[in-house]
């Protein structure tokens, strides 16, 4: 079935031609492409370049906040400025306000990545939305996430949270007018307003979640070493020149 709406994938982490042409296939309207460690620039530059008259690509950042060991994941819709990694929570959730950007927790109390309920309702005013279902979920987290919904009153949300390109369109959300540009998406999402969330099931979809357990796996554990032993200094680190300081006072690194 093709989605009635304007239908978006409201996170996925890989975007190439062969992203855009799932994309497509699936009957989305548009993408929010949120890459880890890559900075703002470079997320929107490639947006424009995957955009076209059939899909919209938005750029977005899933601002990794914390250290490696605490850290705690903020997806970010609608930046006017850029964002490093590896700050305090505080410290990111505080400019996210200035920003007046879209605030949405991707997989509450998933694992070690994750906001917790405490942390949800210490910012309740800045949060727009969390993510009730995802891929890589199991039943469990599911379940939490819909408890912390009906506790803390904010809107859900679901998406593909695609760290392989099969994965999109697993999960999408669609609205009823189409929105044209990034700043509408913002704003569709801090206004609360109506959407509609849907999520693939059935073997093929299981075999889809399975691949993205399976890529977790490698991403906690050669990646993990690979990004902490052999790269260096992300691209997003504080002390990066596009920053020019003015995160100096609440990185963590």
């Known amino acids: 079935m093709q989605p009635e ?51 919209t690509v938005f750029p977005a950042r899933e601002i990794f906040t914390g250290t490696w060991q605490q850290r705690r994941h903020v997806l970010a819709i609608g930046l006017e400025d850029p964002i490093p990694d590896f700050i305090t929570f505080d410290g990111a959730m505080r400019e996210l306000d200035r920003q007046d950007a879209a605030v949405l927790v991707p997989h509450p109390g998933f694992l070690n990545v994750s906001l917790g309920l ?19 979920q199991l039943s469990h987290h599911r379940d939490r996430a819909q408890s912390f919904t009906s506790e803390t009153g904010h809107e859900p949300f679901v998406s593909s949270y695609a760290h392989v390109r099969g994965t999109v369109g697993e999960a999408y959300v669609t609205f009823a007018e189409a929105l044209e540009d990034v700043a509408a998406l913002s704003a569709a999402l801090k206004d609360d307003v109506e959407r509609s969330l849907f999520h693939r099931d059935g073997l093929s979809h299981d075999l889809r979640r399975a691949v993205e357990w399976a890529h977790l796996g490698l991403e906690n554990t050669w990646g993990k070493f690979d990004r902490l032993m052999l790269q260096g200094t992300e691209p997003t680190h504080p002390d990066h020149v596009a920053y020019d300081g003015r995160f100096n006072d609440v990185k963590v690194y």
């Open 118 to 136: 405490d942390d949800i309702e210490a910012y309740d005013d800045i949060i727009d939305a969390l993510e009730v279902y995802n891929p890589k």
């Open 5 to 55: 709406g304007y239908a978006v994938d409201l996170h996925v982490k890989v975007l190439d031609d062969g992203v855009v042409e799932r994309a497509k296939a699936r009957g989305l309207d548009a993408l929010v492409y949120a890459p880890h460690f890559t900075r703002l620039s470079e997320i929107r530059r490639q947006a424009e370049a995957f955009s076209d008259e059939e899909l």
